[in-house]
């Protein structure tokens, strides 16, 4: 099947030629590009939404619910659960699929995991490419969750529309260490498990952080949430409709969209930069010496970067 046949299916809301067009994205293969090109014009309809925070505090219960929310609403979900993957194997268990089993049965849900393949944002690099094929797809609303590695993970903020921050009670500094990363770029706060002791005081110190933050057009809400049970997931559907209407109406709405996409364009370039001048220092052959040297302290670790940029750059001059 071609790429034209490929996007036609999809559009046609072929799940099939969907699971099979977004193979082909996460492989980064022509195909994959080229339906994606395709079709990037018919996108742009789709509530994105990003769910973020530390691992433990409920990210997974939380997504499931909110699709559960939604699906009350008679809106479709697309879900893109990045799972963290080995180092070694570059394989990830993708366990989210377990976790949110019982809507894998529904229709109007579409469910994907991916691994992260080592991306430093805590999305993999071609994460953005299967929100776009989503939305191409005609899901109402597409909701991918991040890893968890807490206060880096801010390229959520690039693949989607609404980032959605999420965290618990007694969990004072993971918030404190995540004010100088996520908390510039969330649009929505959740205290999870707000059942357990310590929610209140969860709040507060959102509260406090957002208070000494840089003024923004938008000001998040802080809501309470307890997942499992469902409880708070109303609000939290209203409170991202809300962000996403400001999205649209906003004065700023198309200087902001353009920054999104300026940052969606930045986040892809500087990754594939650094896959390309890996592959090129490993076909310059100089990594092992300089690795030697700044083992046996020969050179430090500063200047042996800056040699093996060197090389890349020589060898992409003779290209």
Not at 54 to 80: W, Y
Not at 173 to 197: I, P, T
């Amino acid at each position: 099947m071609d790429a034209s046949e490929l996007a036609e299916r999809v559009l046609a809301g072929d799940r099939r030629a969907l699971s099979r067009t977004i193979t082909h994205v996460e492989a980064d293969t022509e195909t994959g590009r080229a339906v994606l090109a395709a079709l990037y014009p018919r996108t742009g309809r789709a509530q994105t939404v990003g769910v973020t925070g530390s691992a433990g505090v409920g990210k997974s219960t939380l997504v499931g619910g909110l699709a559960r929310a939604e699906r009350a609403l008679g809106r479709t979900v697309g879900i893109v659960a990045v799972d963290p993957s080995s180092p070694f194997s570059h394989g990830a268990i993708l366990g989210d699929r377990i976790r949110m089993q019982d809507l894998t049965a529904d229709s109007g849900v579409f469910l994907r995991s991916m691994a992260s393949r080592g991306s430093l944002g805590g999305l993999a690099e071609t994460a953005s490419g299967v929100v776009d094929v989503m939305d191409a797809a005609g899901y109402d609303v597409v909701i991918v969750e991040t890893v968890g590695a807490g206060q880096d993970e801010v390229e959520v903020a690039a693949a989607t529309q609404t980032t959605v921050l999420v965290t618990m009670p007694a969990g004072g500094d993971d918030v404190q260490s995540m004010k100088a990363g996520l908390m510039e770029v969330a649009q929505v706060m959740v205290v999870n498990k707000a059942d357990l002791a310590g929610a209140d005081t969860a709040v507060g110190q959102l509260r406090g952080l957002l208070a000494i933050a840089p003024d923004r057009a938008w000001k998040p809400p802080i809501l309470k949430c307890v997942a499992r049970d469902q409880e708070g997931l109303e609000e939290l559907v209203a409170a991202i409709d809300d962000h996403q209407d400001h999205v649209r109406s906003s004065e700023h709405a198309d200087e902001e969209r353009r920054e999104h996409v300026r940052e969606q364009i930045v986040s892809l370039t500087r990754a594939a930069m650094q896959r390309e001048s890996l592959e090129a220092a490993a076909h310059a052959g100089v990594l092992g010496d300089l690795v030697g040297e700044v083992a046996e302290r020969r050179r430090d670790p500063r200047s042996a970067a800056t040699a093996l940029l060197e090389a890349v750059k020589a060898g992409w001059a003779k290209d």
